[in-house]
């Protein structure tokens, strides 16, 4: 099998891809959902049959990471190839409104940064984002729309997204107005809804399926980045429970907190809207035509109420969303593409979100832009490991409170630094995975090389200094 799946990497990469043989591209992005989330990494509360199904179909990484521990600039990485050390978002800015232009400018992605879905049109696809933008508001320069996208429907502003009952969302650059009403609300309607018609995430699940039917004759890449299962933090201010779903299903009679109980609906209900885009594809014929990839874009939240200690939603790792412990950082990551990905195939490759344009890239035929950070996966998807170009350092840091680091060397040193200038814990992931000992008066000679590694990775900011500040205790 590893065989047969080598030599259709050697086609793959000897030989020109003609139009039809492009496959088409579908990047699932879940919201805050832990490396721990899913029946496939270890769940067991929590129920994701089609999540379960895709891996058992294609292939599932095992050590995978986002681009940060929150949500702009995980996505900002996702969209260059830039890792968080050179990107122009860096972390999640003060603005909230897109009346503040100003005060988002640091979440805004730079027109100088190349972008999947630009990369992608340049090759002949038709592309959309379906879901949760939060790197460019109306009049930046940076709508989905004006960075190629063709098509959008979602939210533009991450605050707005925390809200699973709006009064509207945009398509392309136009309000949808929906049939919620929010008493008092603020300019992204905030507050509670009391009258709750239109859930924002089976809009966008159905969104999905008819923009795939409509494109289903020419190559398509659709970035379906869901906002389930992060919390609604202002309903959860008002009311402890900020998991907002129309129902809790098979979790209706647990004894659990409210709460938890619309964690594990949430979760489940865009584990059956996958299902049903998969159904989907089959039905066209383009099944063996997609590579499809899951992953979310950090460690799970605990906000609104929901307690991740309950589902072990971090799977054994330290640390939550905001830590730069493995726990906030490593994410699920699942490839599926039949006839291609070898089906129930695990990866320890280290992969992450940085690598996705290399790979998209590789296996379309598309042309990457130059100075990316990230790595192309496909050998590892295709079933040649022996050809998988290597890294060796890994970089990110985060900017709440005082500017945190983290640095993977060679897949296994682990690095991180509370604050400039502060001591550097150092783990060693390939015996202790869960960061439990800090090893760095035992290793002087990969302390030596993490310490180059931290100074040495980023560049210069103006948005983003690096800031003594207070270092919070990390989240374990």
């Known amino acids: ?196 018609v239109d859930y924002s995430h089976d809009l966008l699940a159905a969104d999905a399926l008819m923009w795939v039917e409509a494109q289903q004759a020419n190559p398509f890449f659709l970035y379906l980045a869901l906002t389930t299962p992060h919390a609604n933090n202002e309903a959860g201010r008002d009311l402890k429970n900020g998991q907002e779903v129309p129902d809790l299903g098979v979790y209706a009679a647990k004894e659990w907190t409210e709460p938890n109980k619309g964690q594990a609906a949430m979760i489940s209900r865009m584990d059956a809207d996958i299902g049903r885009l998969f159904a989907l594809l089959k039905k066209l014929g383009l099944d063996g035509k997609t590579l499809v990839c899951f992953s979310s874009d950090n460690g799970p939240h605990k906000e609104g109420g929901n307690d991740p200690a309950f589902f072990d939603a971090s799977g054994g790792l330290r640390g939550i969303k905001r830590a730069l412990y493995e726990g906030g950082i490593r994410v699920p990551f699942i490839a599926r593409w039949p006839g291609k990905i070898a089906p129930g195939t695990t990866s320890a490759q280290v992969g992450h979100f940085s690598d996705v344009m290399a790979t998209v890239a590789e296996v379309t035929g598309a042309s990457a832009p130059a100075g990316i950070d990230g790595i192309s996966l496909a050998p590892t998807l295709l079933g040649q490991p022996e050809k998988q170009t290597k890294r060796d350092t890994l970089y990110w840091e985060f900017h709440e409170g005082a500017t945190k680091q983290a640095v993977l060397l060679d897949g296994r040193w682990k690095g991180v630094r509370l604050k400039p200038g502060a001591p550097i814990e150092l783990y060693d992931l390939a015996n202790d995975r869960a960061e439990t000992k800090d090893i760095v008066a035992e290793h002087p000679m990969e302390l030596a090389r993490i310490e180059t590694a931290l100074r040495t990775s980023r560049t210069d900011s103006p948005d983003w200094p690096m800031r003594e500040g207070v270092a919070r205790k990390a989240a374990d």
């Open 1 to 196: 099998m590893i065989r047969a799946f080598g030599f259709l990497t050697l086609l793959l990469l000897a030989l020109p891809l003609r139009a039809a043989d492009r496959p088409n591209v579908i990047f699932i992005l879940a919201d805050d959902l832990g490396y721990g989330d899913l029946g496939c990494y270890g769940q067991r509360l929590i129920q994701t049959p089609h999540l379960d199904r895709m891996a058992a179909e294609g292939m599932r990484f095992t050590q995978f990471y986002a681009g940060s521990t929150v949500c702009a600039p995980s996505r900002a990485v996702l969209m260059t190839g830039r890792h968080v050390g050179h990107v122009s978002v860096r972390g999640n800015a003060r603005g909230k409104t897109f009346d503040d232009l100003a005060g988002l400018g640091p979440q805004t992605l730079s027109r100088e940064e190349t972008i999947v879905p630009e990369m992608l049109k340049k090759a002949g696809y038709a592309t959309a984002l379906i879901g949760k933008w939060g790197i460019g508001e109306l009049g930046s320069g940076s709508e989905p729309t004006r960075r190629g996208f063709d098509y959008f429907f979602g939210y533009l502003n991450q605050y707005h997204a925390h809200n699973y009952y709006p009064t509207f969302l945009t398509r392309n650059e136009s309000p949808v107005p929906l049939r919620n009403e929010v008493p008092g609300e603020g300019l992204f309607g905030q507050n509670y809804a009391t009258k709750k």
